[in-house]
């Protein structure tokens, strides 16, 4: 069966497919971002990328943004414009946390409510930071408070709750902790560190949460491997805590000697590590051993300080930086390579520009061109040359814009 090739009127050839020969492309604010400080990035169930600014909420479908902010003159507004993190609920609805609060945005992204937190006086508009937001494996939705504790959400038709969920630590239940970060577990729960405590877990089908293992850690970031491990940063120090056998490994990142501001379990089942200053450094879980071996060329990067990372549906990478923007890695882009007539000319000719295509044989397409005749593509050798006519027949100036071949492999073209 044949291949179907697309017709691209008034195009280079082939140009315009490929936009961009290097696999790293960039957007920013000359293309709608509304900051170039990146703080997270979500893909919600509809496809759309979400970029949270130190200035704004943005939403991209692929082409262009929109851009959400505050409106102090509205109570349907964003809460704050400094976005800390994102994530959609069972319910479709999205959770916006912010530097002054936590904000859900209906499925239709028109209406939005202020999460409440729940006092023993009433319920007040959550007024104070919130840095993260997870589900667990139920789809329960829990924000990081910091000093105001693990938050879960009472998410219903008409209102959204967050219950401060008391720590069981020495036969005690603490109602005033910290909490530095936050992960899902990989089955159900939720894990956090505790300032000046140690590591906790809350655990969904029992409704506890409690201190799971002692210790003074001081960590910026955490995520779960699908095996159930958890690891997190320690003072320059990576730590993995075994969940079966609950014990600890460390993994000394001193020598990079910059600050990791994000971790992230890739498809390629290594702990991505976000740094501030570094760019990504890779750990395989493996071997426990580091790198900068990420798949692509850091130095064509924007930024090295990289706040947050996405891998989407389809597999492309995305990558938040603090002044640089997004940086965007298509591994698809490098499927593709641009073929010229006349491959060490820089002048634009008719040549350059393809009305359309015909598939000769596995090896060979016909190609006709805005005023240059019909030309002869051979995919193997990758030559294109200009068909020969008969003096009678002469085509080589014509604009060739349809073209056919019948059984025997006699080609007909339409040319005017």
């Not at 970060?181 to 809350?202: D, R, S």
């Not at 938040?320 to 634009?348: E, Q």
């Amino acid at each position: 069966m044949k291949n179907i090739y697309l017709t691209l009127f008034g195009f280079f050839l082939f140009i315009h497919v490929v936009w961009c020969q290097s696999s790293i492309a960039y957007l920013g604010i000359n293309q709608g971002l509304s900051n170039d400080l990146v703080t997270t990035i979500f893909q919600d169930r509809d496809g759309f990328i979400w970029f949270g600014t130190s200035n704004g909420l943005n939403r991209y479908d692929g082409y262009e943004f929109k851009v959400f902010k505050n409106d102090p003159l509205s109570k349907n507004t964003l809460s704050d414009n400094r976005i800390t993190a994102i994530t959609e609920s069972k319910f479709a609805n999205l959770y916006v946390a912010t530097k002054s609060g936590l904000v859900v945005i209906d499925p239709n992204r028109t209406n939005y409510q202020q999460v409440l937190l729940q006092l023993p006086d009433g319920n007040t508009p959550i007024n104070f930071a919130v840095h993260q937001v997870e589900q667990d494996g139920r789809g329960q939705v829990f924000a990081q408070g910091g000093a105001k504790g693990l938050l879960k959400i009472q998410e219903t038709k008409d209102y959204n709750i967050a219950q401060l969920i008391p720590l069981k630590y020495d036969g005690q239940s603490l109602s005033n902790y910290r909490v530095n970060t936050i992960c899902k577990a990989a089955g159900v729960g939720i894990w956090a560190i505790i300032e000046n405590l140690g590591l906790a877990y809350y655990d969904s089908e029992k409704d506890t949460f409690s201190l799971t293992e002692k210790g003074n850690f001081q960590s910026a970031a955490m995520v779960a491997d699908p095996t159930g491990n958890i690891w997190f940063s320690n003072r320059g120090q990576i730590v993995c805590y075994n969940t079966n056998a609950r014990s600890f490994t460390y993994y000394n990142f001193g020598p990079y000697r910059k600050p990791i501001v994000n971790l992230y379990y890739g498809k390629d089942k290594k702990l991505w590590i976000c740094t501030d200053g570094m760019g990504i450094q890779k750990l395989d879980i493996n071997t426990g051993k580091f790198g900068d071996q990420v798949g692509f060329d850091q130095q064509q990067l924007t930024s090295k300080s990289i706040f947050a990372v996405l891998e989407d549906k389809d597999n492309r990478i995305w990558i938040g930086t603090l002044r640089g923007g997004i940086n965007i890695i298509d591994p698809l882009r490098r499927r593709f390579k641009t073929s010229k007539i006349n491959p060490n000319s820089r002048l634009v000719n008719t040549s350059d520009f393809t009305l359309s295509f015909e598939e000769a044989d596995q090896n060979h397409i016909w190609i006709g061109t805005d005023g240059d005749g019909l030309y002869k593509w051979n995919k193997t050798r990758g030559v294109i040359e200009n068909y020969p006519f008969s003096s009678n027949l002469d085509l080589r100036h014509t604009f060739v814009t349809a073209l056919v071949q019948d059984r025997v492999g006699s080609t007909l073209d339409r040319n005017l």
